[in-house]
């Protein structure tokens, strides 16, 4: 009897202390579908219901905020957010972000003509020689964030952008698949120049965030996750299709720098 008591304080006081270490992180989410949208409160899509399983399975919880991305690196910056969710990294985002790469993806940038312009681009020597409008914030490419930033308008929204190359205010607009592409095609040339890139996506924990004890759990399950072929069926359910990713190359080790 007295063994069997001692079983079960043991059995107890191991899932009290899942519920005292349980956590409850703030993550981000924006309007993406289907990878990732908000409705009715709720952050959906392939890319959320990954990151919930994932953290779940850790014993925590995420609360979900919807903001745009440009408040969404501001508030990692200062941690005040734990988790970004689909997204490129670049070196300026790698000094304040953790990444963990969930999907390998190539991206191919097309460039849009105004109806004022006649000439074709070519390359990037061509478009120094015009005027480009792009959403601030964002990343299409290095080739593209090496681009004097005199000869670029920068918007809010693409709604923006599609008026502004409708009206000839700008002589090329910068899109892709990940940048409502869709809004342009049919309605604008397309220059003959593209840009393709291997831009592999990531989830990231802000290295200012309390979640940032927790990042080597999280790259190492999702390393698990990929290694056992669990992460393409997320996709898959929202009709989706995904590369095959490298696990060696998922989870990175961070050291203060």
Known sequence: MKFISVILMICITATLSNYVFAK???????????????QNDKCLGAVPELVNDIFNELGHNIIWIKAPWLRSLKDAKEGRVDILIR???????????????????VRKLSFFKSPALKSDITSYDDLQKVVVGAIHGVFYSPKFARMDKRRVIFVEETEQLVSMLALSRIDIAVSSESHNKEMFEGKFEKSHFTETFYNPHYISIPKNSAAMQYYDEVANLMAKYIELNKIEPYFEKHNLKMQKLETESNHQILTDK
């Open 87 to 105: 997204h490129s990294m670049t070196p300026e985002r790698e000094k304040f972000l953790a990444p963990i790469k969930y999907e390998d993806r």
């Open 24 to 38: 409850d992180f703030v993550a981000h989410c924006r309007d993406y579908p289907p990878d990732l949208y908000f």
